[in-house]
Nanobody, 119 residues
Framework: QVQLVESGGGLVQPGGSLRFSCAASGTIFSIYAMGWYRQAPGKQRALVASITNVDTTTYADSVKGRFTISRDNGKNTVYLQMNSLKPEDTAVYYC?????????????WGQGTQVTVSA
């Protein structure tokens, strides 16, 4: 059984920083990509950043230059460093992994963690 366990998040003032981590565990044969999505109230879930197994990164335009995604392949873990946070970054953040496990290649999701940017 594959699980994604997220840590980080919380309440931060505008201009502040947060760091997320997400570790994938279970019987995993290969991870193709990991990333972070977010969903604000009344909006659809949208990509924040992703990183492939060859370290190709993708960022939403709204976070370019402020957020940095990285991964530790040996630990099946992805990180998201978020700097210069803005109130519009407030959302529930979800970790995602595109990986090959016992059931074949599938998308897996973390439980979600709340980020609130407010003075």
């Amino acid at each position: 059984q594959v699980q994604l366990v997220e840590s980080g998040g919380g309440l931060v003032q505008p201009g502040g920083s947060l760091r997320f981590s997400c570790a994938a565990s279970g019987t995993i044969f290969s991870i193709y990509a990991m990333g972070w999505y977010r969903q604000a109230p009344g909006k659809q879930r949208a990509l924040v950043a992703s990183i492939t197994n060859v370290d190709t990164t993708t960022y939403a335009d709204s976070v370019k230059g402020r957020f940095t995604i990285s991964r530790d392949n040996g630990k099946n873990t992805v990180y998201l460093q978020m700097n210069s946070l803005k109130p519009e970054d407030t959302a529930v953040y979800y970790c995602n992994a595109d990986l090959w496990a016992n059931r074949g290649r599938e998308d897996y999701w973390g439980q979600g963690t709340q980020v609130t940017v407010s003075a």
